[in-house]
């Protein structure tokens, strides 16, 4: 049996119900801002990657094959952050980076 998340995502792409998809939403948002701040320098800049990605989500969900929602959500979040570094030619940092060349002299 499916997953209440996974569920909700089902009813909006198989049966067109939006307060299925406005139930997802309310059921994710937190984790998935929590998410997009610890990955951006401030409020406002989460709060814009969270509104990209559920629109890449809805552009999306068609194509979803089944599994953690909530996966799903966290992959599509990431590359979100990561493409709006990229548009803005902020470097990305290596996790295999020395301490010296860290997160904080890149955001700097």
């Known amino acids: 049996m499916k997953g209440e998340d996974e569920q909700l995502l089902f009813d909006y792409v198989r049966r067109g119900e939006v307060k299925s998809l406005s139930?997802?939403?309310?059921?994710?948002?937190?984790?998935?801002?929590a998410y997009l701040r610890g990955m951006t320098p401030n409020d406002a800049d989460a709060e814009d990657a969270f509104q990209e990605c559920w629109m890449r989500v809805i552009r999306s969900c068609a194509s979803y094959r089944g599994g953690s929602v909530r996966a799903y959500l966290m992959t599509t979040a990431r590359s979100v952050v990561i493409d709006r570094f990229r548009r803005r030619g902020v470097a990305t940092v290596s996790i295999d980076a020395d301490e010296s060349e860290g997160l904080a002299s890149v955001l700097a």
């Open 23 to 33: 139930a997802l939403v309310t059921r994710t948002s937190r984790p998935l801002m």
